[in-house]
T-cell receptor, first 112, second 115 residues
Framework: GENVEQHPSTLSVQEGDSAVIKCTYS??????FPWYKQELGKRPQLIID?????GEKKDQRIAVTLNKTAKHFSLHITETQPEDSAVYFC???????????FGSGTRLQVQP | DTGVSQNPRHKITKRGQNVTFRCDPI?????LYWYRQTLGQGPEFLTY????????KSRLLSDRFSAERPKGSFSTLEIQRTEQGDSAMYLC?????????????FGPGTRLTVL
C-alpha cells in the first residue's frame, strides 16, 4: 500500500518569508495529492490539491509541485503570515482506492 | 452549520466498555470515510462507504470495530471491548459525487479517552 513521508516535522519562519514542506510517496500508481491544514483543536481543511497529470498548481500564496519520476511533491507558502501557523498534512491516494494516506504532519510556526 | 457533524465530541469510557460514534455527512454526499488520528500524527484511514455499501476497510480495523451506514446517510462507528490503545480522535469525512478527485470534508471529530 501507499506510504507517505513528510518533512520537516517542525518549521519556524519569520513573517513574510517563504515556507516549503516536502513529501515523498511510495506507490507509483498514486494519482491524487491533497494538502490539509489543521489548526489547533480544529478539523483538517483542504488548502490545495494536485492530480498526477499536472506538475504545478498555484492558488494565491500557496503552490504545490509534483515530480512523478522522483515520487515527491512539495507545498510552497510565500509571504507567510501569523495565521498560516498550523499543522500541515500531505496525503496521497493510489488509483482504484478512495482512502487517503497521510504524512505525519509539519508544524509551521510563523513568527511575527 | 451545513458541514460534517459528529457526536459526541468527547467520550470517556472505561476499558472493556463499548462505545458508538455518529457521523452526519454533508447532505447528498455519496462517500463517507472514517479516520483515526493520534496526537502528533496524520489521520489514518479506517473504512469507506459509498452510499450504504462499505467498500474499503483498513487492516487497522480489528474485529472489535464495526461501521454501518444503513440508509446511505449518517454512519455509526462502534468499538467493542475498548482498550487504552483505542484512545484517539475519530474523524469522519464525506465527499460528493462519483468523480475521482472530490475533496474530502472533515468533521470536528470525536475524542475518545479509554481509562
Amino acid at each position: 500500500g501507499e506510504n507517505v513521508e513528510q518533512h520537516p516535522s517542525t518549521l519556524s519562519v519569520q513573517e513574510g518569508d517563504s515556507a516549503v514542506i516536502k513529501c515523498t510517496y511510495s506507490d507509483s500508481a498514486s494519482n491524487y495529492f491533497p494538502w490539509y491544514k489543521q489548526e489547533l483543536g480544529k478539523r483538517p481543511q483542504l488548502i490545495i490539491d494536485i492530480r498526477s497529470n499536472v506538475g504545478e498548481k498555484k492558488d494565491q500564496r500557496i503552490a504545490v509541485t509534483l515530480n512523478k519520476t522522483a515520487k515527491h511533491f512539495s507545498l510552497h507558502i510565500t509571504e507567510t503570515q501569523p495565521e498560516d501557523s498550523a499543522v500541515y498534512f500531505c496525503a496521497g491516494r493510489d488509483t482504484g482506492r478512495r482512502a487517503l494516506t497521510f504524512g505525519s504532519g509539519t508544524r509551521l510556526q510563523v513568527q511575527p | 452549520d451545513t458541514g460534517v457533524s459528529q457526536n459526541p465530541r468527547h467520550k470517556i469510557t472505561k476499558r472493556g466498555q463499548n462505545v458508538t460514534f455518529r457521523c452526519d455527512p454533508i447532505s447528498e454526499h455519496n462517500r463517507l470515510y472514517w479516520y483515526r488520528q493520534t496526537l502528533g500524527q496524520g489521520p489514518e484511514f479506517l473504512t469507506y462507504f459509498q452510499n450504504e455499501a462499505q467498500l474499503e476497510k483498513s487492516r487497522l480495523l480489528s474485529d472489535r470495530f464495526s461501521a454501518e451506514r444503513p440508509k446511505g446517510s449518517f454512519s455509526t462507528l462502534e468499538i467493542q471491548r475498548t482498550e487504552q490503545g483505542d484512545s484517539a480522535m475519530y474523524l469522519c469525512a464525506s465527499s460528493p459525487g462519483l468523480a475521482d478527485y472530490n475533496e474530502q470534508f472533515f468533521g470536528p471529530g470525536t475524542r475518545l479517552t479509554v481509562l
